[in-house]
C-alpha cells in the first residue's frame, strides 16, 4: 500500500506547472504596470513551456516531489527559494544561447524570481493541503517497541495520511487472550476499517483467524504489515521488524535491471572518466605542495558477495590507516588542506570510476566499507551483511538521507541507521530508483557541503 496516492503527485505536478504560468503573466503585468494582452503573453509563454519542462526536471533533482515527513518539510521555503534561482539562471542561459524568440528577458527573469518564489511557496505550502481528502480513516496498530511509537506519532500528527491511529494493542504488554479480546472490541467498531500490525510478533499467529473473519464483515477494510507501512513513510527499513524470509525474497532483481545498470555504469563511467582525466595534474600539484606526499591512497573495501576489492582515491588524509581505528574507535589521521576541498567537492572520488569501469564498484549502491570496520559492525548489527547482496556504490540511497553516518571512526548506533537505508534499497532497487538517486547526488554535490 502506498500511503500516499499516486494522484497527488499528479496534482502537485500539475500545480506546479500552473503556478509557473500564473507567475509568467504576473510577472508580465507588473513589468508593463497593465494587463498583458494573449498574443502579449502567448509571445513569452512559448519559450517558457520549454523552460517549465525544464525546471519540473530541476525540481524532480531537488527533492521537491519526494515525499516529505514532518522535520524535512520545515527546509521547503529555503529548497524552493534556492532552486527557482538556478531555473532563473538556467532560463538566462536559454534566452542568450537561443535567441530565436526575439525576447531579451533580463528584468522579467528578475521580477518572475520573486513571483514565481513567492507563488510556489504559497500554492506548496497552504493550498496543496486543500487538494487532499479532510476525512481520514481510523486504523488500529498492533505491535511494541520505539518504530511502533514513531511510525503512530509521524501519521497522527500529520493530516497528509489518509488515515489516523485511533487504537494501539502494545503487543508487548498483553497476553494472547487479552490481545484477542480487545482487538475484537476494535474490530466491531464500524468507522475502524484499517488494520496495520507487526506480523513478526508470535502473538499475531493467534490474532490472524479474527482479523481474516472480520474482513467480511466490513464495508471497507485493509491489512498492512507494519514493516511495509514504516517503509513506505520513512523510506528506510525498521530493523527490528526485519526477519530473514524479508531479505531473502528481494535476493535477485530482474536481469534485465542487472544488464542495464551494468551497461550505464560502464558507458557512463568511461565518458566521466576521461573527461576527469584533465584535472588530475592539478589535483596531483595541490596535494604536492600542500604536504608533499603521495598522490593517491589504495584502500581495500568489502565488495559484492563479501569479496575484498581495491578502491584508488586522491589522498585527503595525513595517511591510510586501512580502518584500524584503535581502542577508541577513531582516527588518528587528520584531514589535510587540500584535502578538505577535495572532499567538499568530491573531487577525491574521480579516480573510483576506473573501479566503475572495472565491474567492483557501482555508481549506486551500499558504500564500501573497510575490512576492519565491516568484522566490527558484522559482530555486532544484525542483518550487517545483508548489504552486500548487492554491488556498493559510489553514491547511495543512505548517502543521501542519513547525514550523521560515522566519517574515520566506528559508530555502532549511527551505522544501524545508515543500515535501515542500505536494506531498504536493497528491497526497493530499481533502474528509475538509480536515475532518482544519481539526480539527487547531482544536487547534493553542486549545491550542498562534502562530507
Known amino acids: 500500500m502506498s500511503i500516499v496516492p499516486k494522484r497527488e503527485y499528479l496534482a502537485l505536478l500539475l500545480g506546479d506547472v500552473f503556478t509557473f504560468a500564473i507567475a509568467l503573466w504576473i510577472t508580465l503585468a507588473l513589468r508593463t504596470l497593465s494587463v498583458p494582452s494573449w498574443d502579449f503573453f502567448a509571445t513569452h509563454l512559448r519559450p517558457f513551456t520549454i523552460l517549465f519542462a525544464l525546471w519540473v526536471l530541476i525540481f524532480f533533482m531537488a527533492g521537491l516531489y519526494a515525499r516529505y515527513t514532518r522535520p524535512r518539510r520545515a527546509r521547503l521555503p529555503q529548497l524552493i527559494f534556492y532552486t527557482q534561482t538556478v531555473n532563473v539562471v538556467l532560463a538566462a542561459l536559454f534566452f542568450f544561447l537561443i535567441p530565436y524568440f526575439g525576447i531579451a528577458p533580463k528584468t522579467i527573469l528578475a521580477i518572475y524570481l520573486i513571483v514565481s518564489s513567492l507563488l510556489i511557496f504559497l500554492w506548496r505550502i497552504f493550498l496543496f493541503p486543500f487538494v487532499r481528502p479532510k476525512e481520514r480513516s481510523k486504523a488500529v496498530i498492533i505491535g511494541s517497541g520505539d518504530e511502533i511509537e514513531e511510525l503512530k506519532d509521524e501519521v497522527n500528527q500529520d493530516e497528509r495520511y489518509p488515515f489516523m491511529f485511533e487504537r494501539v494493542l502494545d503487543t508487548d504488554h498483553a497476553e494472547k487472550h487479552e490481545a484477542i479480546q480487545q482487538l475484537s472490541r476494535f474490530i466491531e467498531e464500524d468507522d475502524l476499517s484499517i488494520i496495520v500490525a507487526d506480523l513478526s510478533h508470535p502473538i499475531m499467529h493467534s490474532t490472524l483467524p479474527f482479523i481474516y473473519t472480520a474482513a467480511f464483515s466490513k464495508r471497507r477494510f485493509a491489512f498492512i504489515d507494519i514493516a511495509d507501512l514504516y517503509e513506505d513513510v520513512f523510506e528506510r527499513s525498521a530493523l527490528p521488524l526485519l526477519r530473514y524470509g524479508s531479505i531473502l525474497k528481494n535476493l535477485m532483481a530482474p536481469a534485465s535491471y542487472d544488464v542495464l545498470k551494468r551497461s550505464v555504469d560502464a558507458v557512463l563511467a568511461?565518458?566521466?572518466?576521461?573527461?576527469?582525466?584533465?584535472?588530475?595534474?592539478?589535483?596531483?600539484?595541490?596535494?604536492?605542495?600542500?604536504?608533499?606526499?603521495?598522490?593517491?591512497?589504495?584502500?581495500?573495501?568489502?565488495?559484492?558477495?563479501?569479496?575484498?576489492?581495491?578502491?584508488?582515491?586522491?589522498?585527503?588524509?595525513?595517511?591510510?590507516?586501512?580502518?584500524?581505528?584503535?581502542?577508541?574507535?577513531?582516527?588518528?589521521?587528520?584531514?589535510?588542506?587540500?584535502?578538505?576541498?577535495?572532499?567538499l567537492s568530491r573531487i577525491d572520488e574521480l579516480p573510483q570510476l576506473w573501479n566503475v569501469v572495472r565491474g567492483d564498484l557501482s555508481f549506486v549502491g551500499p558504500r564500501p566499507e573497510l575490512p576492519a570496520l565491516v568484522s566490527h559492525y558484522s559482530a555486532r548489527i544484525p542483518f550487517y551483511d545483508a548489504r552486500h547482496l548487492v554491488k556498493p556504490g559510489l553514491t547511495g540511497w543512505a548517502q543521501l538521507n542519513h547525514h550523521a553516518h560515522p566519517h574515520h571512526g566506528a559508530d555502532v548506533e549511527e551505522t544501524k541507521n545508515k543500515l535501515s537505508y542500505d536494506l531498504y534499497y536493497l528491497k526497493n532497487r530499481s533502474f528509475l530508483l538509480d536515475i532518482y538517486i544519481m539526480f539527487q547526488t547531482a544536487r547534493v554535490v553542486l549545491f550542498e557541503r562534502g562530507s
Open 270 to 343: 568511461c565518458a566521466i572518466g576521461v573527461v576527469s582525466v584533465v584535472v588530475y595534474p592539478f589535483v596531483a600539484l595541490a596535494i604536492k605542495i600542500d604536504d608533499g606526499g603521495s598522490i593517491f591512497v589504495v584502500q581495500e573495501r568489502i565488495g559484492q558477495f563479501q569479496k575484498p576489492i581495491r578502491i584508488v582515491k586522491f589522498r585527503s588524509m595525513s595517511g591510510n590507516d586501512g580502518g584500524n581505528y584503535g581502542g577508541n574507535g577513531k582516527t588518528q589521521l587528520k584531514v589535510t588542506r587540500v584535502g578538505r576541498w577535495l572532499r
